[in-house]
């Protein structure tokens, strides 16, 4: 879905109307994919990686490995996840969520 919003500009006394889009919705399920497969070499066994997967116990990864993830998915989605917050995600659904209410946001 995209929304639209109107910007007046005015030069030399002429004034006119310009349409700026921008895409105000990302779907769960891209949000999601994307979070899997930055996590999909550090999957244990056969368990697949869902919302429930809880980052830093069900996984093979480390903490710098989850913020170099993190700083990736901030730039695809174009978000910026606070520490503090960071510090406070713990599962697969924790992150889709923030990125999402990030995104919404902007």
């Known amino acids: 879905m995209r929304t639209a919003h109107q910007m007046i500009v005015e030069n030399d006394g002429i004034a006119d109307t310009l349409e700026l889009r921008r895409e105000s919705t990302l779907a769960r399920g891209d949000v999601m994919g994307e979070i899997c497969h930055h996590l999909a070499p550090f999957q244990v066994g056969e368990k697949p990686i869902s919302g429930d997967t809880v980052i830093a116990k069900d996984l093979t990864i480390d903490s710098l490995a989850i913020m170099d993830m993190v ?5 695809r989605f174009d978000v ?3 520490m503090n ?3 406070e995600i713990h599962t697969v659904d924790q992150l889709a969520d923030t990125i999402l209410k990030l995104h919404a946001r902007r």
């Open 71 to 75: 700083m990736e998915l901030e730039d």
């Open 80 to 82: 910026s996840i606070p």
């Open 85 to 87: 917050v960071v510090a």
